[in-house]
């Protein structure tokens, strides 16, 4: 860790009155008028400038900047260029980033307003703006940063209602506690909100507890029509289970995307039984090229959903654009043509990775997505980017540290890629959510926390660089 420079001590100021013993008498006299002069001055002439009304002082901001070992310090760390993000897990904080932080009092909770109930289908505009936070176990925490997401401008945010956090002791035993407040929370801060459902109990089967479907699909589609019930009219889009084309993410079996559409349908009509308004979005896939009982590419698993005929059970499409090493204007086909844009092992003979799917290591991937709807006459939807980012993490044993990119490229990278897709992409694509206002619970040795643009220290602030950037971009 880089150290710190320390204080240098205040000088001492030089005392006049040392002077007297070897002065002359006169001398000392003249000292005590000039003393008796200044005096009267200071009492009958002079005013001290005063501060305008209502003048603060100015924080000093110090962005945070993370080093080789991942320490964060008041310097800029120059990351080469450096998979995307995989799961989310959180661990207890036992560390703090270092560097650019700024004291802030606890959140003050925001006043209970009326929720707005929706009455009409849910609408998007293209792009629309939102942030996946992490609102689950704090509620001081969680309005700091639906505050911080509602001061950038931001409209919508994305929030995972886990399962087994909500109906975990046995089929029909809800705990509503969290949701109940997060919900609260939301309407106050006046934003829109994806949930994303999935994360089976124990009871429910399906590998736990690893990820994956329940053992028996009904169960899940229940609980989902039990979350519309609870919130009618007020949670804005549901995101249904996250990155099924992983086996890790699907009870450690083979991805199998006829599945994934069967519990699409059930939990589309199960939702909209309830409430007919809000957006239902498929799954964000994992961008990969392997293709195996590990992994399924997205352009492959997607057609497959299309084929069950998905097609009746989903408002948008899910997808996830992580931009990797690469700006985000960047063209697919140079980044899956050049070592060092794409995966490096995906270049060596023995992988015998096709060409063609090198193309998910750019953000542009999506519009190969986009190109999967539109063979299937599916060009009526929007495409919801769920997860995109560019990551910083600058350790030299992390796995994704082959496309880090500094922290003002991807203050940079941001921006672009809501400009790119405002000039290119309108009118199908949606919402676009970036990842992550940090789960608090994270650490410097959570690979996720170099995704984020705001990170785990509260009660201390530290945002990168990137969220002061996001918050100035026009949002029209």
């Known amino acids: 860790m880089r150290q710190q420079n320390q204080l240098e001590p205040k000088r001492k100021g030089f005392n006049f009155l040392l002077l007297l013993p070897v002065l002359g008498g006169g001398a000392v006299v003249v000292l005590v008028l000039c003393a008796a002069v200044f005096a009267a001055y200071a009492i009958f002439f002079y005013e001290p400038g005063r501060p305008e009304e209502g003048a603060e002082p100015t924080p000093t901001v110090r962005i945070a900047r993370f080093t080789e070992e991942g320490d964060a310090t008041g310097d800029a760390a120059q990351n080469g260029p450096a998979e995307a993000p995989q799961t989310e897990t ?97 309407d106050a801060h006046g934003l829109k909100v994806i949930v994303r459902l999935g994360v089976q109990p124990e009871w429910a089967g399906g590998g736990y507890p690893e990820v994956g479907p329940p053992n028996n699909m009904q169960d899940f589609a229940d609980f989902a029509a039990a979350v519309a019930t609870r919130y009618q009219g007020r949670i ?80 948008a499409l899910g997808a996830h654009g992580p931009g990797y090493a690469s700006p985000p204007e960047t063209d697919p086909a140079e980044i899956a043509s050049t070592p060092g844009l794409a995966n490096p092992g995906d270049f060596k003979p023995e992988n015998n990775v096709p060409e063609e799917l090198r193309r998910v290591y750019g953000f542009r991937h999506v519009e190969d997505v986009r190109e999967v709807m539109v063979r299937n006459g599916d060009t009526d939807k929007k495409i919801v980017l769920l997860e995109f980012g560019w990551t910083i993490d600058p350790r030299p044993e992390s796995p994704y540290n082959w496309h880090a990119v500094t922290p003002e490229q991807q203050d940079q990278y941001f921006q672009r890629a809501y400009a790119y897709a405002k000039e290119n992409w309108q009118p199908w694509i949606g919402i676009m959510s970036l990842i992550y206002v940090a789960n608090p619970q994270w650490t410097m040795n959570d690979e996720q926390t170099y995704w984020s643009i705001v990170y785990p220290t509260y009660p201390e602030f530290t945002p990168a660089p990137a969220y002061f950037g996001l918050k100035q971009m026009p949002k029209d």
């Open 90 to 186: 959180g661990e207890s904080p036992d560390t703090a980033a270092e560097g650019q932080t700024v004291d802030q009092p606890p959140a003050e909770a925001v006043a209970p307003v009326e929720p707005v109930i929706n009455t009409a289908p849910v609408t998007m505009t293209s792009p629309d703006y939102g942030m996946q936070v992490f609102l689950f176990w704090s509620e001081e925490i969680a309005d700091r940063d639906l505050q911080l997401v509602q001061d950038a401008g931001f409209r919508w945010v994305k929030q995972e209602f886990a399962w087994r956090e909500i109906e975990g002791a046995g089929k029909g035993a809800f705990d509503w506690s969290r949701t109940d407040r997060i919900m609260d929370q939301i």
């Open 236 to 315: 804005d889009a549901y995101q249904v289970w996250n990155e099924p084309n992983l086996a890790r993410e699907w009870g450690n079996r083979p991805p199998n995307a006829a599945e994934y559409t069967d519990m699409l349908r059930m939990t589309y009509e199960a939702i909209k039984a309830v409430d007919p308004f809000p957006i239902i979005i498929s799954a964000g896939l994992a961008p990969t090229t392997r293709n195996d009982d590990v992994a399924r590419p997205d352009l492959f698993y997607i057609q497959e959903m299309y084929d069950a005929g998905g097609q009746a059970y989903f408002d």
